[in-house]
């Protein structure tokens, strides 16, 4: 194991924009471990941290959606790096919703790596967190969850249940040391929504990056990004379904 004496940040899911502009915002004096699925080249992201104060910056290879590869990594990280003590899962797909409704396994695909793989990795994380009596957790959700629309009724449907399966377990890590901080930004324009409408109150990679970095050194348990979005989200319970339905993403 590296002797460093310095914290141990972690993002699943190295080349999300939201999770790369995060690492920059705390990564100063820390070991930061960028995980990547498909073998890609995160040397300019790595650069970037320690141009940004990072101590140490790795990668490490890593599919979501193997979830028999979750403990053995989590495993092989903290013998070779120390223990986590933040971890953001970054990971996610948007899909396709018109595909999604006629082929089954787009749906189940997106439902995996949305969900599926979130709880599969949020659990271990936590065991081993709750374990020592101290870490933070970040798992972003999304307005898309807050109440699922007709329009991209699958992705909306895995961030409900990650939205849900976060909040008991910030209720369960209560009193432990460990803490969870839940995501929920509206819209926000970058690759994952290319060629799309931008919904009203979107924002960018940058501005969601620094409402979460501001959410984690004050110790909140949720943040909306804008803030906007959250009376937004509680008006919507209120929109009949006759018009609900027509509403678009």
Not at 4 to 18: A, D, K, L
Not at 142 to 160: D, E, F, H, L, M
Not at 229 to 248: C, G, N, T, Y
Request: proline letters at 5%; one cysteine or more; charged letters at 20%.
């Amino acid at each position: 194991m590296e002797d460093t004496n310095s914290p141990v940040v972690v993002i699943f899911g190295g080349r999300s924009e939201i999770g790369s502009e995060l690492a920059l915002r705390i990564c100063a004096g820390a070991t930061v471990i960028l995980t990547t699925r498909g073998g890609e080249d995160l040397a300019l992201e790595a650069m970037a941290l320690r141009d940004a104060g990072a101590r140490e910056v790795h990668v490490k290879g890593f599919d979501a959606d193997d979830l028999a590869s979750h403990a053995p990594v989590l495993h092989e990280l903290e013998t070779q790096h120390g223990p986590i003590d933040t971890a953001v899962l970054a990971f996610g797909i948007l899909g396709d919703q018109a595909r999604a409704e006629a082929d089954a396994q787009h749906a189940v695909a997106i439902l995996h790596t949305d969900y599926v793989a979130q709880v599969s990795l949020l659990t271990l994380l936590a065991a081993r967190m709750r374990s020592r009596g101290t870490g933070a957790l970040v798992v972003f959700s999304s307005i898309a969850g807050a109440r699922v629309r007709r329009a991209n009724y699958v992705y909306g449907s895995a961030k409900a249940g990650l939205d849900g399966f976060a909040s008991g377990l910030a209720d369960a890590l209560h009193g432990s040391g460990v803490r969870l901080l839940i995501v929920r930004p509206g819209f926000v324009i970058g690759r994952m929504a290319a060629g799309m409408e931008p919904a009203p109150f979107a924002s960018t990679p940058p501005q969601v990056a620094a409402a979460v970095a501001k959410a984690l050194s004050s110790g909140k348990r949720a943040v909306w990004v804008p803030w906007q979005i959250r009376p937004l989200s509680f008006a919507m319970r209120f929109v009949p379904q006759s018009i609900w339905r027509k509403m678009p993403r």
